[in-house]
């Protein structure tokens, strides 16, 4: 643990993203609040703005139109040319990357909150990218993985976190899931304030949750689903899954129990937009991170 | 109260409509089992054909393609020309017509059961279009009303039912309502099979609610939802609202209480597919529906 508080840039720009996915019904619900008067989430020394990242989708209450704009924020999509014949959400990520980028960059915003919902029943979790992210550092699922990429809108900033609150369905909005996501971003945005006035943050250690596997639906040799979340799983995000416990119910009635080497803690269970991506859940492990005392350079 | 069994026709041909709505996952994915292998809704001297009635919804796992399916079922497109021009649902309507129909004439399908799921706190509930209809006589919304027309899928058939059961996200299966689902099939096809054997099932009394109101959200002049399903409220699907009770809570944290001039019986609340319809909930007013004693002719 190092004795002195580490020194780190304040935080001046910072941009609240909804609608990332048009369907999450709660961050476009308040960032289009927040776009019309932002009395609320204004801080002292802090640009905040409320920004809709993908607009056509929200206007369609569908995920996306042509492609995920939460994975499309890649090297290659972000230097591509072609214009008007480009995907959607490519043409999307370019501009979002000009105007909170460039990513990597140090003309990046410096902090970009991006809201999500989903239909896990998952509580409110912050994704987070880095475990080095010192300034981050509440449920925390991280998604630093050496092969899981996943380029979302939140990764051109600086200090990129995304907000995961749940279980709400798509194109639903509910009073409690959105209050919990308000009251979220509230303290976060007066966390910047008194970092950029100069308090000092002492060291902590966070339990976090480490993005380990995808696990898979079941499937037959064409492809389709044969099985479901086994009813002891469902709604069970974070808790403790141990070899031998079941996993899958078959449509014939048969139960898949989980056969790895060890305790896991799934997570996303059975989240609506991840059929596509051939996801029933993903698995995670604990561990503790450390964060030094951090204080404005 | 009749002292003698109505004679009714018994049901020969018998249809399971799934995907109705392409991201009501339950029915869809119980109907692809029963394409694939019929076993389970076989019934002696019923023909009982499971179908997919709208199969690029499906593929999407989207509510429609161009139009609600479950609203299309109108004298005006069933009869309507234009082929390849028509809206893709407004096709399909005509396709399942000739299928399964014509609506009111002898050669229509004597029973239609239509698998839905809703993001509402519903349980499982039999949504039928008649008070008048005894073969049908379970929780039970009424669809009758003088103005209120739905021109369901279903209502092509002579008897027509529709089965919703929730809450299940869009887009997801969970094995609780799939098994619910599973369950209420299998006693409605058990029913037929007795009541087509001769056996006479006795007159009785069913509570059922009737539908009443549409409740909109509240809105500001530019159409905006302003305001969310009330937390009291949220999830009490058919539990009583009085006048008074709160209703809704707008974004700026006032309650709106329900005015009306009595108790009535909300349902639908919080629909996902509903907020494009203008409706946050339904009310219902509760009564009691006398069915006679029937048996076949």
């Not at 990332?20 to 008067?37: A, D, I």
């Not at 370019?94 to 909170?100: K, L, P, S, T, V």
Request: proline share 6%; net charge negative.
């Amino acid at each position: 643990m190092e004795l002195h508080a580490a020194r780190l840039d304040e935080a001046r720009r910072v941009a609240i993203f909804g609608g990332t996915h048009g369907n999450e019904m709660s961050g476009v619900m308040l960032v289009n609040l927040w776009v019309q008067n932002n009395t609320e989430v204004q801080r002292k020394g802090v640009e905040v703005q409320p920004f809709i990242t993908n607009p056509k989708a929200v206007e369609k209450c569908t995920r996306y139109v042509d492609t995920d704009l939460n994975r499309a924020f890649t090297p290659e999509n972000l230097s591509t040319l072609g214009g008007g014949d480009l995907p959607y959400e490519v043409r999307r990520a370019q501009e979002i990357n000009r105007m909170f980028g460039p990513k990597g960059s140090p003309e990046a915003y410096d902090v970009i909150f991006d809201l999500h919902n989903t239909t896990s029943n998952m509580g409110c979790t912050l994704l987070l990218e880095s475990s080095k992210d010192h300034f981050n550092l509440c449920l925390v699922l991280l998604n630093e993985h050496p092969l899981l990429k996943y380029s979302t809108s939140r990764s051109v900033a600086k200090h990129p976190v995304g907000l995961e609150v749940g279980p709400q369905p798509q194109g639903v909005l509910r009073s409690n899931i959105f209050e919990s996501m308000r009251d979220i971003l509230k303290h976060a945005l007066d966390f910047i304030e008194l970092f950029n006035a100069g308090m000092e943050f002492p060291p902590c250690t966070v339990e976090v949750f480490r993005l380990s596997e995808r696990i898979d639906y079941p499937r037959d040799d064409n492809g389709n689903i044969i099985a479901m979340v086994h009813p002891n799983l469902q709604d069970c995000d974070w808790e403790p899954l141990n070899p031998g416990d079941p996993m899958f119910q078959t449509f014939d009635g048969k139960t898949i129990h989980y056969q790895g080497s060890g305790t896991v803690y799934p997570t996303f269970i059975n989240e609506a937009a991840y059929y596509e991506k051939q996801q029933a859940f993903a698995t995670t492990r604990r561990e503790s991170l450390v964060a030094s005392a951090i204080r404005k350079a």
